[in-house]
């Protein structure tokens, strides 16, 4: 761990995300970035593997302290611009279990499928998908230097001209465009001897063996299933629900009659889902227990596609609004689309390991309703009162991984400093309305009634914020593991409190420190650190 020197009283100008003139942010990126996010996660209480003491159980990992407060900021934030601000979204908290004949309504015992391949000489199984977007990956990348290198050296440089007349990126291009039609058409005939031979065409190598000794391509679901009740046969077989829409589908009447809800309209939930993930060691980006936030909004046949750009849109907006450099997101159209689907996009985010989906916006049609109609022998259908007509909805649906946002915050937020007097500091760059802690509290010593003193102020705040008390160890020692937690304010009582009831006021980013009136220090954490302030960025 970075070693840490500052002392009580040190002030910088540092502004959070910008390029600071006094602090110099040494950020971590790639592998080093990725290595440190997950060992800061278990030092400070954020992520823990699951079952630790007996080895670990792969790809599960449990929140600690300071991860399950962050989680539910996080769950919070998309909640409140999904449910509060949109008078047309509603929410619902459905099981875990459904009937087993959802899945085969929704297609996931039938078609959701991993195309698996294994490396004969490493024995690792890859996803073949993820191997050929990897490839075009790279050469998207060689794209992105001569672009990159053609504007280092002409002054107007124009980049659609560049990009559509280079001879090198005109070939790499054409490339791409050659790999994804093959692609497409490879999964969309389920053809998986063509995915094979894509893989072998593009002299695609095991990362680890570095040897193209492939097995075939084989289809793996990916649904967990259990037992109902004590007799376990066939007919008592349940699964573990693969995403949280299903319970979405299912309920869509109950809740248009019961909340008399007319279309357009949305239902969101969050909830856990489980996936038997092979390729699963890129710690919670592919869990095979995590949480989604979903949300699925009906429209009237034919509006959606204008919905769907609409919920692009909102969906990248959220996003911006925690105050990441907007370079860090793209959207990636899909090539294939999903057996419901008739558009469908990713909002992809660089993790350190590149750039990989974060969310998916789809226009799933009237698919799900439709095939529960079908199974169920039930009707969903809708009547629409003004245009006097019956019928199936279509449908938009939003859906983010919690924990991979989780793990964007963290790789965005770890930030190691040095500071102008050389030593350095690991911080992290939580949105304060987010960070587990609001504020620390620190009696400056552990006498002369400072504790009692700052236990007052904790009394003060702590119906609104979450707050944490600390006497052990110097101030400037205490302020590292606050900026270590993301802690974005840490109040200091001292000597002077006793005498004229003020105390400092330490921001994170900035280090800076303010001297307040105790009696102001509510209305001032209060506006800090407020979610309502940032939702109304939103409307
Ligand atoms: P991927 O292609 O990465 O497997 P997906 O397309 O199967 O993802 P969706 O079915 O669209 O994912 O699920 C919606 C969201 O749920 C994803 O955007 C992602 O954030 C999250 N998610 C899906 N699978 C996992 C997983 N195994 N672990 C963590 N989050 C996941």
């Keep these: 761990m970075i070693s840490s020197k500052d002392s009580y009283g040190i002030s910088f100008q540092t502004p959070i995300f910008a390029i600071m003139s006094s602090a110099i942010v040494k950020k971590f990126s790639g592998e080093e970035l990725f290595k440190n996010v997950i060992s800061h996660a278990k030092e400070y209480g954020f992520i823990f593997q699951s079952s630790e003491i007996y080895d670990g159980l792969s790809a599960v990992y449990d929140y600690g302290q300071m991860g399950v407060e962050l989680k539910k900021n996080i769950r919070d934030y998309w909640w409140k611009s999904m449910v509060q601000l949109n008078e047309n979204i509603v929410g619902i908290d459905t099981a875990i279990f459904m009937h087993p004949t959802t ?3 929704s297609g996931h015992v039938d078609a959701f499928n991993d195309p698996l391949i294994d490396n004969k000489d490493s024995k690792k199984r890859y996803r073949a998908d993820v191997l050929i977007e990897d490839h075009i990956a790279k050469v998207e990348v060689k794209i992105q230097k001569e672009v990159e290198k053609a504007k280092a050296r002409f002054e107007n440089f124009d980049e659609v001209m560049f990009v559509s007349t280079n001879p090198r990126v005109v070939e790499n291009q054409k490339k791409i465009d050659e790999i994804n039609a093959r692609f497409k058409t490879a999964l969309n005939d389920n053809n998986l001897e063509d995915v094979k031979q894509l893989i072998l065409d593009l002299e695609i190598v095991c990362p680890i063996s570095g040897s193209r ?30 995403e949280t829409a299903q319970g979405i589908f299912v309920n869509f009447l109950n809740v248009q009659k019961s909340g008399r809800m007319k279309i357009p309209f949305g239902i969101a939930q969050t909830g856990k889902a489980f996936r038997n993930e092979i390729v699963a060691r890129q710690f919670i980006f592919r869990m095979r227990e995590f949480e ?43 090539i294939k689309l999903a057996h419901y689907a008739n558009a469908a996009a990713d909002i992809e985010f660089e993790f350190p390991f590149g750039f990989k989906e974060l969310e998916g916006i789809h226009s799933r049609t009237d698919f799900d309703l439709k095939s ?27 859906s983010i991984g919690l924990d991979r946002m989780f793990l964007a915050m963290m790789s965005m937020a770890l930030n190691e400093e040095v500071l102008e007097d050389g030593s350095s500091r690991v911080v992290m760059n939580i949105p304060p309305f987010l ?65 004229d009831n ?27 650190v407020s979610m309502s302030l940032q939702l109304a960025k939103l409307m």
């Design 502 to 528: 003020t105390v400092t006021i330490r921001d994170r980013d900035t280090m800076k420190q303010e001297r307040l009136a105790i009696d102001q220090l509510a209305q001032i954490v209060n506006q800090k």
């Design 435 to 499: 960070a587990p802690y609001k504020v620390a509290v620190l009696p400056l010593m552990k006498k002369d009634g400072l504790p009692e003193k700052a236990r007052e102020i904790i009394d003060e705040l702590k119906l609104d914020h979450l707050c944490i008390y600390e006497e052990k160890d110097a101030i400037g020692k205490r302020y590292r593991r606050m900026d270590a937690i993301g802690t974005p304010y840490c109040i200091t009582v001292d000597h002077q409190t006793l005498e």
């Design 292 to 334: 989604q936030m979903e949300m699925q909004f009906f429209v009237k046949p034919g509006t959606e596609i204008e919905w769907y750009e609409k919920w692009k849109a909102k969906r990248m907006q959220w996003h911006n609004s925690l105050g990441f450099p907007q370079s860090k997101y793209r959207f990636h159209d899909h």
């Design 213 to 242: 000794n492939w097995t075939d391509v084989r289809q793996f679901n990916l649904m967990f299933s259990t037992q109902l009740g004590s007799v376990s046969d066939e007919s008592n077989t349940i699964y573990l629900r693969p």
């Design 103 to 105: 899945w085969k309504a």
């Design 372 to 398: 529960h109609m079908q199974y169920s022998g039930k009707k969903l259908q809708y009547f629409d009162s003004e245009d006097n007509e019956n019928y199936i909805p279509y449908v938009v649906e939003t």
